[in-house]
């Protein structure tokens, strides 16, 4: 069974640049969750989608962010205009259903230049 | 207010001792889960334990050990003989059973040196 799958791996992007990043869940999984690790700080949680649905985006900035989950393909967490402070690495992270060990794929390394 | 304290920032141990991080949870929830992942040098997060607020039975799994006690709000997690492969940031989280998300410490690098 493939793990959860993020696309690109590494983003570089300018200040003002959209940047797109892509999450495709495990398998039998339709609960999906992103969260962003500051350099040198741990992970916090920015929002959680099930298919069409944003169940929870208490932690995504007001502005700029936004995703999406599909029905048919991954999920995509998109910032918009982005600023130096957006360097980060973003994970997403899936479960089969609430209450459920969340699995997360390899991140995205976001580079705002 | 939910939150995870991991005080240890860093720790380095030598090949073979054991190693034991450190983590204290706030809630005032009754029904919690507790997880531990590691986050090697390559930079994915791996999964490795589990635990719902009702069980607090310490579990152990290989070299790895784990060790739930509500009454001082706490979940370590001890490395016995530790390994260079162990070399990791460790993080603890807690989620609520009313909200899925998970709420992480700082984390804990672990170096282990040959």
């Known amino acids: 069974n493939a793990g959860v799958m993020q696309n690109p791996r590494h983003l570089v992007r300018r200040r003002g640049q959209e940047a797109r990043l892509r999450c495709s869940p495990m398998k039998g999984h339709s609960h999906v969750y992103w969260y962003r690790q500051l350099p040198e700080e741990g992970l916090k949680f920015m929002v959680y989608l099930q298919k069409e649905n944003i169940i929870d985006e208490s932690g995504m900035p007001k502005e700029r962010f936004s995703a999406e989950f599909p029905k048919e393909g991954p999920s995509i967490l998109r910032i918009q205009q982005v600023v130096r402070g957006d360097s980060a690495a973003y994970f997403c992270?899936?479960?089969?259903?609430?209450?459920?060990?969340?699995?997360f794929g390899p991140g995205t390394r976001l580079l705002v230049l | 207010a939910q939150k995870v304290t991991q005080a240890q920032t860093e720790i380095s141990v030598v090949e073979k001792e054991d190693v034991t991080l450190d983590c204290v949870y706030e809630t005032r929830d009754t029904t919690y889960y507790l997880f531990w992942y590691k986050q090697p040098p390559s930079g994915e997060l791996v999964f490795l334990i589990r635990r719902n607020s009702f069980d607090e039975q310490n579990e152990i799994s290989g070299r790895y050990s784990w060790n739930f006690q509500k009454s001082t709000s706490s979940f370590n997690f001890t490395i016995t003989a530790s390994q260079v492969v162990d070399s990791a940031v460790y993080f603890c989280?807690?989620?609520?059973?009313?909200?899925?998300?998970?709420?992480f410490g700082t984390g804990t690098r672990l170096q282990v040196f040959p």
């Open positions: 992270a899936s479960s089969p259903g609430t209450q459920e060990t969340q699995y």
């Open positions: 989280a807690l989620s609520l059973s009313r909200t899925d998300k998970l709420i």
